[in-house]
């Protein structure tokens, strides 16, 4: 019985793991708004970009046939006490085009887009906030490799706490596991994907507010602590359980939360309105 109960339980976890690495890629202040809205009998699909390249300017494209309809395109620096610019976008073919003024490391931008036909407006994203931070290139390998090792530790984790609830066997090799992969991914790759991304290696307590950072320090300070409990109480199922849980929670808080951002009204002089 036991074995099937092993068998279910790998099953449920990577299932778990691949339904939460789905919610994280989709969530989170970095990933593009997607909406979609009606201009007469016509929908319209976008999708606006929350995440620039160093070094060029990052293009916000819509798909818009219709070649009576016309964009208006709005921007400030984040955190700036910038005038808002606004510029008309131009056409590409089916695309209205227009592009987020490049940045330096962790600059971020507000913009806003409106669809005009005639005397009719459509703005997009009113329900959302659309911020763009900017960040240097990430070598794929290490994002892979580094994404690849923290979902793993949460495929992990999972399994083990399932393990303390109902086998009750080899709980101890599993937080062993659970504890290096969490190491590995959010302790030594994670802080080495950031300093390629904002030049720094942490961001979290004591130096700062990154959530990401933060919720990594937490959930393995639990780790930690269910892996010494069954060190002094052998066979403890009760702390595997209680830091599989504290690891799940704070991973729901979406990726990049309070991440490193720069403060425009402290750094740099404001920028002249341009347009109207």
């Known amino acids: 019985m036991k074995k099937y109960q092993n068998v279910l339980i790998w099953i449920f976890a990577i299932l778990f793991t691949a339904v939460f690495a789905h919610y994280q890629r989709s969530t989170g202040p970095t990933y593009p708004v997607k909406d979609k809205i009606m201009i007469g ?17 990052e293009p916000v494209k819509i798909l818009v046939a219709d070649t009576s309809v016309h964009g208006e395109f709005t921007f400030k620096r984040y955190k700036s006490n910038d005038a808002w610019t606004i510029v008309p976008m131009q056409r590409d073919g089916n695309y209205l085009m227009a592009s987020v003024p490049q940045q330096p490391m962790a600059g971020k931008v507000e913009y806003k887009v409106t669809l005009r036909r005639g005397s009719e407006k459509f703005p997009l994203s009113v329900d959302h906030q659309v911020v763009i931070r900017f960040k240097r290139s990430v070598p794929l390998a290490v ?6 090792v923290i979902f793993s530790a949460m ?3 999972t399994i083990t706490g399932l393990q303390a609830i109902f086998i009750g066997k080899h709980v101890l090799t599993y937080t062993w596991l659970t504890v290096i992969f969490f190491i590995a991914g959010g302790c030594i790759l994670g802080p080495v994907v950031q300093k390629y991304a904002f ?3 942490w961001t979290g307590w004591p130096f700062g507010h990154d959530l990401t950072d933060n919720k990594t320090l937490l959930g393995l300070i639990f780790w930690i602590i269910a892996l010494a409990v069954q060190y002094r109480k052998p066979g403890n199922r009760t702390w595997p359980v209680v830091a599989a849980i504290v690891f799940l929670v704070v991973y729901l808080i979406p990726h990049s ?7 425009y009204t402290k750094q740099v002089p404001a ?5 109207k």
Do not use: M, N, P
């Open 257 to 263: 939360v309070l991440g490193s951002e720069i403060d």
């Open 143 to 148: 994002l892979i490799f580094h994404i690849f």
């Open 271 to 275: 920028v002249q309105e341009q347009g």
């Open 41 to 57: 009998a016509t929908e319209v699909k976008y999708e606006l970009t929350r995440s620039g390249t160093c070094g060029k300017d």
């Open 155 to 157: 495929l992990l984790s």
């Open 199 to 201: 030049d720094a290696y």
